[in-house]
Nanobody, 115 residues
Framework: QVQLVESGGGLVQAGGSLRLSCAASGMILSVYALGWYRQAPGKQREFVAAITSGGSTRYADSVKGRFTISRDSAKNTVYLQMNSLKPEDTAVYYC?????????WGQGTQVTVSS
């Protein structure tokens, strides 16, 4: 059974940093692409960043240059390093794996950026 568990969210002042983690069980993350998404109150869930099995990355324009997605295959974990955080980054952040095995989401982790 595939399970994704996010952690690392919290409250931070604008300009600060957080590192989110997405730990997987039941699947080997390095074999699949994985994405981070976020959903702010009253808004639709939106794409943030993704990493392919080959290590290629892509980012939403709104976070480019501030966020970095990476993978630790030994820990079977994907990270989202978030720097220079802004109040508009406030949201619940989710990791997602969508492949032939299925569409899996974690439970989300809250990130709140105060101004």
């Amino acid at each position: 059974q595939v399970q994704l568990v996010e952690s690392g969210g919290g409250l931070v002042q604008a300009g600060g940093s957080l590192r989110l983690s997405c730990a997987a069980s039941g699947m080997i993350l390095s074999v699949y692409a994985l994405g981070w998404y976020r959903q702010a109150p009253g808004k639709q869930r939106e794409f943030v960043a993704a990493i392919t099995s080959g290590g290629s990355t892509r980012y939403a324009d709104s976070v480019k240059g501030r966020f970095t997605i990476s993978r630790d295959s030994a820990k079977n974990t994907v990270y989202l390093q978030m720097n220079s955080l802004k109040p508009e980054d406030t949201a619940v952040y989710y990791c997602n794996s969508n492949s032939y095995r299925g569409d899996y989401w974690g439970q989300g982790t809250q990130v709140t950026v105060s101004s």
